[in-house]
Nanobody
C-alpha cells in the first residue's frame, strides 16, 4: 500500500515562492509516475505537473510553465514541487499523486490516471 503525505503549503503573497513536499511510504516508488494535482475553489481538478519514473513529462499545465518545477529524491522517497512567481490563481488544494506505470513514456492528465493520492495541502496566494 502506497501512502503519500504532503507538506509545505501555506499563505504567500503574489510573486513569492513555496516548496511542497510529498513523502512516499509503503513501496519503493522507482516505477511510479509522480506528480501534483490541484483544485481551486469551485473548479475541477487540474493536473499541474507530473513526471514518469525516468523523469519524462507525464503532464504539465501551461499556466505553470517556467514557474513550477517538479523533482524527486529517490533516496528520501520524496517528491517536491517548487513554485515560484506565485499568482492568486494558483490558490487551491494541492494533491500529491502517484501511479505505477510500465513504460517510461506514460502520460496521465486526468484524476482517473492516478491511483494514489495524498490528503492535500492548502496553498493560498494573496494579491
Amino acid at each position: 500500500q502506497v501512502q503519500l503525505v504532503e507538506s509545505g503549503g501555506g499563505l504567500v503573497q503574489a510573486g513569492g515562492s513555496l516548496r511542497l513536499s510529498c513523502e512516499v511510504s509503503g513501496r519503493t516508488f522507482s516505477r511510479y509516475a509522480m506528480g501534483w494535482f490541484r483544485q481551486a475553489p469551485g473548479k475541477e481538478f487540474e493536473c499541474v505537473i507530473s513526471i514518469s519514473w525516468n523523469g519524462g513529462s507525464a503532464c504539465s499545465a501551461d499556466s505553470v510553465k517556467d514557474r513550477f518545477t517538479i523533482s524527486r529524491d529517490g533516496a528520501k522517497n520524496t517528491v517536491y514541487l517548487q513554485m515560484n512567481s506565485l499568482k492568486p490563481e494558483d490558490t487551491g488544494v494541492y494533491y500529491c499523486v502517484a501511479q505505477l506505470v510500465r513504460t517510461a513514456d506514460w502520460t496521465g492528465t486526468s484524476v482517473n490516471d492516478y491511483g494514489y493520492w495524498g490528503q492535500g495541502t492548502q496553498v493560498t496566494v494573496s494579491s
